[in-house]
């Protein structure tokens, strides 16, 4: 029972993530793509991929937006994540683009390598974690 509740609750974060990127998927090539709220999602996309490994290991995630804490976590577990890293800077649009004192708006091509990084993130995730086979 407690193997169904995690992989319920794995799944759960798997779905909000997988949300978070079908929002940057469908805008992102729209004509003038807000970038900063899209490059948000990707952010938001990769930390919930990132939790989701981490809760499908029983570890529960700290209410943290640090990309690079999740990695650190993840490497933990399994050493290969360190080969993320350079995904960290998707921490800056956690918050950096959502207020208007750090007043900033991402390029559209910024907005493609968030994006490019995040599916990174969800594919390295994907291929590692331990989903239930019904």
Known sequence: ??????????????????????????????????????????????????????VSHLIKPPRDHNIKTLIDLCAEIDVGFTGLNDTA?????????????????????????ALEDARRIRSFVMARIPLRKE
């Open 1 to 54: 029972m407690a193997g169904d509740r995690l992989g319920e609750i794995t799944g759960q974060w798997l779905e909000k993530a997988g949300r978070d990127l079908a929002i940057v998927d469908r805008d992102t090539n729209q004509t003038d793509p807000i970038t900063d709220v899209l490059c948000f999602h990707c952010q938001q996309a990769a930390e919930k991929y990132l939790k989701a490994f981490l």
């Open 89 to 113: 800077y998707l921490s800056d649009y956690a918050v950096d683009v959502r207020y208007p004192d750090d007043f900033y708006i991402p390029s559209v091509e910024e907005l493609r390598t």
